[in-house]
């Protein structure tokens, strides 16, 4: 969440940069409860001090001989008075924080201005969109037919959007993961983290899922517990409350996760095939580093990200996301875009996000600063690397033959023991 006292004594810059996502947020309303949240506060303080005068009068008075009935009147009106205040004020620190758990965080200088994902900014491309001399089949089709996933089964063993994978559908699912996890941790330094796939509200709030998009979580009914939209949640939050070393960062981490989301916004969008589902796949990279290291480490992660998409063969963009666009808690995103022939365009794959310390002052993750002996929040940077159900289905798109086989990329035939389907 934001920093109150960036907030107070920058209310300005906050509200410009917070406008540039929505021209109807701001932290007016939150400044008028921290003034009186503060108000209380001095005049609590104010009161206490005028009972420990008046507390300390009762003891001279009694070594006196004179009668204290009136100022222990006082003295127990004035605890009244406090006790009042002391609530009001437990109130008010509630409703501020609340507020603030609702704030987005401000987006950074040189994200793109802009209203929706019509204005996000293409930055890099690699590779050309794939070409067929063919007719060429959507994923969804190309499953049906070689049997690889089976889109009407999913659904009757759950509902709408989920899906269930067969044969060397399910083999080259997970392969796909295998290679990720490989590929960050033998070759790209990251530790692998296989979390648990249901964590509890204050993991959910710590990166930002509650309170805004609790629509969009499945709950446990009698439990405090929700299945994780993605490992970005658990994996954050291992340092939760815990003050690290400097000599700790930067932490590299890896985790392999199934996905739930409701997607109770999405309602009519990508509805067929293997990229809007209830449940899936997803490799995900997560950074906890220092303020001076997160640009630097943001752009390292994100090529790290693209690295599976090279290595893949799968052409793909590099997008700057724009104001509009950015997820709740980041403050600047690079998504991957991979070229989809059945959409005829590019496809997110992966979003690449800075969070500044926004999720780190939620989920209290600090360090100690080596050289100044201070105590600083971390900042947090994640990113899929990638999502697994959208690159299989880039696969199946973009290397299917004339013949209606769909080749293997060759750095993942050692993990499925097969070149093709």
């Given at each position: ?13 906050v509200n410009e940069l917070l406008k540039r996502r929505n021209p109807e947020l701001s932290i007016d309303a939150i400044l008028e409860v921290d003034e009186e949240r503060r108000q209380i506060q001095t005049k609590a303080d104010e009161l206490r001090a005028k009972r420990k005068s008046e507390s300390q009068k009762i003891g001279m008075m009694k070594k006196n001989g004179e009668n204290t009935d009136s100022i222990q009147e006082e003295v127990r009106v004035l605890g009244d008075e406090i006790k009042e205040l002391e609530e009001k004020q ?332």
């Open positions: 969440m934001l920093d109150i006292k960036m907030i107070r004594e920058n209310p300005d810059k437990v109130q008010l620190d509630e409703k501020q924080r609340d507020m603030l758990l609702r704030t987005p965080n401000v987006p950074d200088e040189t994200t793109p201005i802009g209203s929706s994902d019509a204005d996000n900014v293409e930055v890099s491309k690699w590779g050309e969109p794939t070409k067929f001399n063919f007719e060429f089949k959507a994923h969804w089709d190309l499953c049906e037919e070689k049997n690889i996933v089976d889109f009407e089964r999913g659904v009757k063993l759950s509902q709408s959007r989920f899906t269930l994978y067969r044969g060397k559908g399910a083999r080259l699912e997970r392969a796909v993961i295998n290679f990720f996890l490989n590929e960050h941790t033998e070759k790209q330094g990251y530790e692998e983290i296989l979390p648990p796939f249901m964590a509890n509200a204050a993991t959910m709030t710590g990166t930002g899922q509650l309170p805004k998009f609790k629509d969009d979580m499945y709950k446990c009914v009698d439990e405090d517990l929700y299945l994780i939209p993605t490992a970005e949640v658990p994996v954050t939050n291992i340092y939760s409350n815990e003050i690290l070393s400097e000599d700790d960062l930067p932490k590299y981490m890896t985790a392999y996760t199934p996905c739930f989301r409701r997607e109770a916004g999405s309602a009519g969008k990508d509805t067929r095939g293997l990229i809007r589902v209830h449940q899936f796949n997803k490799v995900e990279l997560v950074k906890l580093c220092t303020p001076e290291t997160s640009p630097e480490e943001h752009e390292k992660l994100t090529e790290d990200a693209e690295d599976m998409l090279k290595k893949l063969n799968l052409p793909f963009r590099r997008v700057a996301l724009s104001t509009g666009d950015i997820g709740f808690s980041a403050n600047k995103c690079w998504d991957l875009e991979v070229w989809m022939p059945s959409y005829n365009a590019y496809k997110e794959i992966s979003s690449c996000s800075n969070f500044g310390d926004y999720q780190a002052r939620r989920a209290n993750i600090r360090y100690k600063d080596k050289i100044t002996g201070k105590t600083r929040f971390v900042h947090t940077i994640n990113g899929s690397g990638l999502a697994v159900g959208r690159t299989v289905a880039a696969i199946i798109e973009n290397f299917q033959q004339e013949d209606g086989t769909i080749i293997i990329p060759e750095v993942l035939r050692p993990y499925t023991g097969f070149d093709k389907i």
